[in-house]
T-cell receptor, first 115, second 114 residues
Framework: GESVGLHLPTLSVQEGDNSIINCAYS??????FIWYKQESGKGPQFIID?????DKRQGQRVTVLLNKTVKHLSLQIAATQPGDSAVYFC??????????????FGKGTKLSVIP | EAGVTQFPSHSVIEKGQTVTLRCDPI?????LYWYRRVMGKEIKFLLH????????ESGMPNNRFLAERTGGTYSTLKVQPAELEDSGVYFC????????????FGPGTRLTVT
């Protein structure tokens, strides 16, 4: 099966600085990765995804980097704003072996933005 | 377009009681998933419906948990009898038939068993 680990449970960043949140996965066959943002009182919200045929993907102020060699992905948030304060989860979407594809989540990194 | 909704938002019950959680997916989404997050731990998959059929229930903790999706629309997750370790936030998510990776999550139901 798949397991997803996170490097830091909390991260504090000054407003305007860039944030980097890291994640590691275990199964080298995994090929679809997703970052979610969860604000207080809400469910996880899709931010950005990447497939294994790419090393980098950019969105609006966010970039995901995938290093398949070391099974590591990261989420970079440019010019971090107070509204970015949330818990960020990485997830792997892969076949479970039990009949369907599943999301396997990491534990989450709580990002706090200091005004 | 309405998102995934869950009811109730909070539930506090005593050990041994029964609780039923409800999830209404986005209209037209055949895939419906249940997840749980126990405090301080990762969000864990419980089960997956495709329309009214259980596709994968490998994440269900034990037979005290029963999920249904009558008519392939809303789903319920019943815990009977509830135990202390069942406390956590239960999330529901839905997706289009061939877009299992693009799941839309509801706000969750926070269950506290005392």
């Amino acid at each position: 099966g798949e397991s997803v680990g996170l490097h830091l449970p909390t991260l504090s960043v000054q407003e305007g600085d860039n944030s980097i949140i890291n994640c590691a996965y275990s199964n080298s066959a995994s090929d679809y990765f997703i970052w979610y943002k969860q604000e207080s009182g809400k469910g996880p919200q899709f931010i950005i995804d990447i497939r294994s045929n790419m090393d980098k993907r950019q969105g609006q102020r966010v970039t995901v980097l995938l290093n398949k060699t070391v099974k590591h992905l990261s989420l970079q948030i440019a010019a971090t704003q107070p509204g970015d304060s949330a818990v960020y989860f990485c997830a792997v979407f892969a076949y479970s072996g039990a009949g369907s594809y599943q999301l396997t989540f990491g534990k989450g990194t709580k990002l706090s933005v200091i005004p | 377009e309405a998102g995934v909704t869950q009811f109730p938002s909070h539930s506090v019950i005593e050990k041994g009681q029964t609780v039923t959680l409800r999830c209404d997916p986005i209209s037209g989404h055949d895939n419906l998933y249940w997840y749980r997050r126990v405090m301080g731990k990762e969000i864990k998959f419980l089960l997956h419906f495709v329309k009214e059929s259980k596709q994968d229930e490998s994440g269900m903790p034990n037979n005290r948990f029963l999920a249904e999706r009558t008519g392939g629309t809303y789903s319920t997750l019943k815990v009977q009898p509830a135990e202390l370790e069942d406390s956590g936030v239960y999330f529901c998510a839905s997706s289009l038939q061939d877009r299992g990776g693009e799941q839309y999550f509801g706000p969750g139901t926070r269950l506290t068993v005392t």
